[in-house]
């Protein structure tokens, strides 16, 4: 009996600190860009919701981001499917699309995920109110890719993708 509580302690501490270990955690995602077109971005909330953000950072003494229709909309748009896949929000698979922007010249990127919000000047003033979502709209960053999509039953999850 001791000996199995000893392996079966060994084992979860293992799985435990390999899964929660930042350095350790392998990230083998591969986003199928086939399967997601930039023509599915809710492109009108997009620019609405880049309006909203330009609008703070201007009243903080901060530079406009322009919108980024290419790579980094792409990456937010797939993380938008990923969620919608996994029914929650999250950050998973961050550093892959921070990589994938670092690969074509970004120095530093930042990101803010939120599902919801229709309407895009509200989910900017909740992410003012969050540290660390304030963090990234204050970041000194240039560009914004921008990835916006509803799961079937009409929630919408939006990807930002901050860098420079």
């Keep these: 009996m001791k000996r199995s509580y000893l392996f079966f302690l060994v084992l979860f501490t293992s799985v435990f600190a390999v899964s929660c270990s930042k350095d350790s955690q392998k990230e083998d995602l591969v986003y199928n860009f086939e399967e997601t077109t930039l023509a599915e971005n ?26 980024d229709r290419d790579l980094a909309s792409s990456n937010a748009l797939e993380h938008c499917r990923y969620m919608i896949s996994n029914n929650r929000i999250s950050h998973d698979h961050f550093s892959w699309r921070a990589q994938q922007l670092k690969s074509k010249g970004a120095e530093s990127v930042g990101e803010n995920v939120a599902s919801g919000f229709d309407d895009p000047q509200i989910l900017v003033r909740a992410w003012v109110q969050s540290p660390k979502h304030k963090q990234v709209l204050e970041g000194n960053y240039t560009k914004a890719g921008i990835g916006i999509m509803e799961d079937s039953g009409g929630k919408q999850f939006v990807t930002l993708l901050c860098y420079r």
């Design 42 to 67: 809710n492109w009108s909330f997009a620019e609405d919701l880049l309006f909203w953000i330009n609008d703070y950072r201007i009243s903080t003494g901060l530079s406009e981001l322009t919108m």
